[in-house]
């Protein structure tokens, strides 16, 4: 019973933290494109960026099932280590997790980027730092704030997702079954005792997010460091 | 002006509806005003001139350095041996003073060109020393905009731009700050271009001027030139005032009255005002000197200085500006003297003409 409840506690905890990562990697360098770029179809990314937000899980967790399986690229890249599919594994599951909490990670950190405005990254290219520099030393000290919400946001999105990991995971036991999968699994076949205490924790998980949230926003609102 | 030194800029361009053809030449030395109204496009110059801007036709050399030639040579910012003070003094604000600081100066151990001022130098010069471990927000608008002038200077530049960077802050800041800039000014062998709108600025740091409307330069040259220039509109205006370059030549201890030596002449001012040979630049406004055919008899002015009537502008239906230059042949300094239109009919007032000028007021525009 407690291995049980165990098992996708830390399932869960493993993807979130590989996903946030690369969540952070990613929506980085991308928010600063959005935040700083004059290209007239920016928007465009950005919207394509955002349908996670409106699209249903179902649907993009079907298009991710086709790209990840034997015949999308997922599978070209699975067939490098010997496998035929990301789908039904943990890789698939951390670029489903991606995808879908993108948005969530790129937009307070575009808006980080874009709330510094013009002057300080101008006023470091006067003291000679190379755009490299600027970006390292100025902007990204200056939208920790924003670093900080988004990968707090893509860490708690991807522990409450459920119908996309469900649809390309498969929901296996020790493989793919996180914390949202199990809970229904367990409601299923009726263990409800199990199904609630995996429900109370996720929970109070929920309710600590929310509150470091405010937090971290009162405390940098209060003034810099 | 030589290839070697100086600033030779033209830019030309469009910034939305604003139009703007500037060419502008600053000499290698001393600091060199642009002066002009509110959007006359003073700061879009500085910008260009930094790299901040982008003006496919534009050509900018310093100090014998190409920065930009046409659309063919375009060297980023960052390459540029710039310091650039702007309005707001826009500190990091992640960052102590000490690290605002030390953020564009060469990283330690490596010294390609032998600095042009050290660490030390800076601190003393802002008065520095106790803010260095503060953090911006704590600093005063004064304080700060210290702080940005010595960061911009510890950057080793080999040329200092600074864009009204007074004109955020109230009359006593403005106050406090301004011998730091003065202080620089005569220790620093850089070349600098200032931008303002508030003449008092002009006349206290400026050795060059240039005036600027609806983005041209209109004029440049020595202030004392640009001043006494009746063409321009500075001569004009109300509160019309030539600043002169003069020596310390005596001092009357007795009385605490100083005679400053300028060319052709001599004025003397109330006040031990430093020793024997020492620099001062004094401020001599139009509206403070009439005109005499004669030596006046007796009188409580100090100042009566022989000259000459170079030209004559008509500036109001009643009044004009006389351009004199002191001494008897006129062939000293210029300064202006605002008459009424009667008494310069009555004085018979034209070119050539021998007077007395008589200086109510003379002022050290700074000490």
Known sequence: ?225 | MSAAGGIEARFAGALGAFAFDFTLSAPPRGVTALYGPSGCGKTTLLRCIAGLNRVRDGDCRVNGEVWQDGARLFVPTYRRALGYVFQEASLFPHLSVKANLSFGAPPVGAAPAPAIVGWDEVIDLCGLAPLLERAPRALSGGERQRVALGRALLSQPRLLLMDEPLSALDESAKADILPFFERLRDRLPLPALYVTHDITEVERLADHLALINRGRVIAAGPLGQMQSDPALPLAAARGAAVTLEGTIAAIDESYGLTTIAVRGGAFVAPGRLGPVGARRRLRILAGDVSLALAPPGPSSILNVLPARVLSIKTVADNELVVVLGVGADGAGDRILARVTRRSAERLGLSGGVSVHAQVKGVALSRE
Do not use: C
Request: net charge neutral.
């Open chain 1, 1 to 225: 019973m407690t291995t049980g409840l165990l098992q996708p506690v830390e399932l869960t905890i493993e993807l979130a933290t590989v996903a946030t990562f690369a969540l952070v990697m990613i929506a980085t360098p991308l928010a600063w494109w959005l935040a700083r770029s004059h290209a007239w179809w920016k928007e465009a990314i950005a919207a394509v960026v955002s349908l996670p937000i409106v699209l249903p899980p179902t649907v993009i967790g079907f298009y991710l099932l086709v790209a990840l399986g034997p015949h999308g690229p997922g599978g070209a890249i699975a067939g490098l280590w010997g496998a035929q599919t990301l789908a039904f594994t943990f890789g698939g599951l951390v670029v489903g997790s991606v995808v879908y909490s993108l948005p969530f990670v790129v937009q307070p950190i575009r808006n980080a980027f874009a709330a510094i405005g013009d002057r300080p990254l101008e006023v470091a290219a006067t003291l000679r730092a190379s755009p490299s520099r600027a970006f390292f030393a100025v902007a990204l000290p200056l939208a920790s704030p924003g670093l900080l919400t988004g990968a707090v946001l893509g860490f708690a999105h991807t522990v409450g997702e459920f119908g996309v990991v469900l649809m390309i995971g498969g929901a296996i036991p020790g493989r793919t079954a996180v914390v949202s999968t199990t809970i229904f699994d367990y409601v299923e076949t009726g263990e409800w005792g199990a199904a609630n205490a995996l429900a109370a924790g996720m929970v109070v998980f929920a309710f600590v997010v929310i509150l470091a949230m405010i937090t971290i926003e009162k405390r940098f609102a209060r003034g810099r460091p």
